[in-house]
């Protein structure tokens, strides 16, 4: 089966490092995506991995190990404005996305 | 720039009606995803269409529902005979099968209260 696993919630503070971590496990892997919601918007994209490694955007980093089924999505320098939730979402071979539950994110001063 | 369109934003609607969502995807994309997200978790996945073919369907999508893309444009989704379990978000999102990863972009989504 498919089964997305990641945080419900986590707290931070302002300036600091976080990491949302993401498992799954599914056959037919086609990429690993990260989008960001915030309460009453539409998900809106972060990043994208499908081989192993880092991918570097701005604040943003996101890992992926393919052969653990694990992700993490990296947020440095917090601000206020990061207080949202992130979703975690595979691609299957058919294009689809099938979310996590997503981990709400609130930055505290 | 246009990005991914809904319509309506919101509808409110009583138990046993039927209901009609549009959505509209960036002009270029070939592939149109539905969508539905209820509180406090991720969307999950409806159907979705390349160009005008309907290629996958959840089993989420009671006979109820119906999607179409008649023109490989916009697309819309009906649901008959509305439930209170079907008050939800519906998010549409497009894409492209050119390039890398096949991003999906989603529009503002619309959001249904059934009373």
């Known amino acids: 089966g498919q089964n997305i696993d990641q945080p419900t919630e986590m707290t931070a503070t302002e300036g600091a490092i976080v990491q949302i971590n993401c498992t799954y496990q599914t056959s037919g892997f086609n990429g690993l995506f990260w989008y960001q919601q915030h309460a009453g918007e539409a998900p809106t994209f972060l990043s994208y991995?499908?081989?192993?490694g880092l991918e570097e955007k701005g604040r943003f980093s996101s890992f992926l190990s393919r052969s653990k089924g694990y992700s993490y999505l990296l947020l440095k320098e917090l601000q206020m404005k990061d207080s949202a939730s992130y979703l975690c979402a595979e691609s299957s071979n058919t294009g689809k996305l099938i979310f996590g539950q997503g981990t709400t994110l609130q930055v505290k001063p | 720039d246009t990005g991914v369109s809904q319509n309506p934003r919101h509808k409110i609607t009583k138990r046993g009606q039927n209901v009609t969502f549009r959505c509209d995807p960036i002009?270029?994309?070939?592939?149109l995803y539905w969508y539905r997200q209820t509180l406090g978790q991720g969307p999950e996945f409806l159907t979705y269409f390349q160009n005008e073919a309907q290629l996958e369907k959840s089993r989420l999508l009671s006979d109820r529902f119906s999607a179409e893309r008649p023109k490989g444009s916009f697309s819309t989704l009906e649901i008959q005979r509305t439930e209170q379990g079907d008050s939800a978000m519906y998010l549409c999102a497009s894409s492209s099968t050119s390039g890398r990863g096949e991003t999906q972009y989603f529009g503002p989504g619309t959001r249904l209260l059934v009373l």
């Open positions: 991995n499908v081989l192993d």
């Open positions: 002009s270029e994309h070939n592939r």
